[in-house]
């Protein structure tokens, strides 16, 4: 927290706007609107998740659709197809940036067409904080004419040619739970372009209420608006989020800076043009052996550290999806380790973490 979110949350109280609506729930959105830039519009929904959800939705996934989305994600990018009875087809990664392989999207999409089946949305994630090719992404999407549904939940700050990641995107979702760069304890956002889509999100997410005197419903709704409470600890933490990028971007140069010399140790890059907030910092170690040294290594000194994110076309749950497969994600998966990211990191922590794992490496 960075000090000024208690007052928000106060002025709730005082004013007695203890509900999923109320000045800090508009405040929190112009907050973002006018952080991302770009005309777009944003909806205070009570979870990222609940955004993908209502975005799909927005986008017309419905029973029996197919929607592309990244393997290399957490499960939240892809459950919401589930919800919609829609299925999902997982899309391998590239190596420079760990996200959707524009390679392997496009051979997917042709095999799906000539399969008989057009998909009706791609999930593009931003892993880590660090963007998607977007340029090479947006310009298979727009010649197939199938629209994209931006997963920037861990990349609230990033940027791709000087354009903020969550901008992109014909919807676009945030993610404020507790692990995120900024938190509102949970909560979430849809972003987009048209002020449509944030009208029918909020209609659609305070249980689709036609404009009667009465409780008149046409359409099935949800509970899924942020409440003014939570929305008050979003406006005090949208003045602390550059000081949270500037930390978690210091973790990764300390991290690097400490450990770069050995060969066992990659770290993901910065193409030029991309600009990530470095949520997490992550390597990529020689082998499994040595991930999994270092790993029980920190374990044992109290240090949390964690394997990247599992591949969707691995898990059980997902074991009947189709998948268009190139190998990456499975090694990454393998060898890759997210450290210690805190934005609230010493630098006596950071210390103790490189020489736990120099140790290792010695
Ligand atoms: C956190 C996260 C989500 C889900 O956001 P919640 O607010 O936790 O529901 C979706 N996608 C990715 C990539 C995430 O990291």
Redesign the pocket.
């Known amino acids: 927290m960075g000090g000024s979110e208690q007052k928000f949350v106060k002025e709730a109280f005082d004013t007695n706007w203890v509900a999923p609506l109320g000045p800090n729930v508009n405040g929190f959105e112009s907050d973002i609107e006018s952080y991302l830039g770009e005309d777009v519009y944003a909806a205070a929904l009570s979870?990222?998740?609940?955004a993908?959800h209502l975005g799909l939705k927005l986008l017309g996934v419905t029973v029996g659709d197919e929607v592309l989305c990244q393997s290399m994600?957490?499960a939240?990018?892809a459950n919401p197809i589930v919800y919609l009875g829609a299925k999902p087809i997982f899309i391998d990664s590239e190596r420079n940036t760990w996200n959707l392989c524009p390679d392997q999207l496009e051979i997917a999409i042709k095999d799906r067409i000539a399969k008989g089946k057009k998909p009706k949305a791609i999930i593009a994630?931003h892993?880590y904080g660090m963007p998607y090719n977007v340029e090479a992404i947006h310009k298979i999407a727009s010649e197939y004419k199938i629209p994209i549904l931006e997963?920037s939940?861990?990349a609230l700050g990033s940027s791709y040619q000087g354009i903020n990641c969550g901008t992109f995107g014909d919807i676009a979702?945030l993610?404020?739970?507790g692990?995120?760069i900024i938190t509102t304890s949970?909560?979430?956002a849809l972003v987009s372009k048209k002020q449509d889509y944030k009208n029918k999100a909020i209609f659609l997410a305070t249980q689709a209420r036609d404009n009667a005197p009465h409780y008149e419903h046409s359409e099935i709704g949800y509970n899924y608006r942020m409440s003014n409470i939570t929305a008050g600890i979003g406006r005090g933490q949208m003045e602390v989020l550059d000081a949270h990028i500037a930390n978690r971007r210091s973790n990764y140069e300390f991290y690097k800076k400490n450990l770069e010399d050995s060969s066992e140790i990659k770290f993901l890059e910065e193409p030029s043009g991309y600009h990530s907030n470095r949520w997490l910092t992550c390597i990529e170690t020689s082998s499994y052996k040595l991930r999994e040294g270092i790993r029980l290594s920190l374990a044992e000194e109290n240090i949390e550290s964690r394997p990247l994110w599992k591949p969707m076309h691995q898990q059980a749950v997902f074991a009947d999806c189709d998948a268009y497969l190139n190998g990456i994600s499975d090694d990454l998966f393998d060898r890759g380790l997210c450290l210690p990211s805190g934005s609230n990191l010493e630098e006596d922590d950071l210390y103790r973490i490189v020489s736990v794992i120099k140790n290792v490496l010695r």
């Open positions: 979870s990222g998740t609940a993908l994600t957490f939240a990018s994630v892993l997963d939940a861990e979702i993610s404020f739970n692990n995120k949970g909560g979430g």
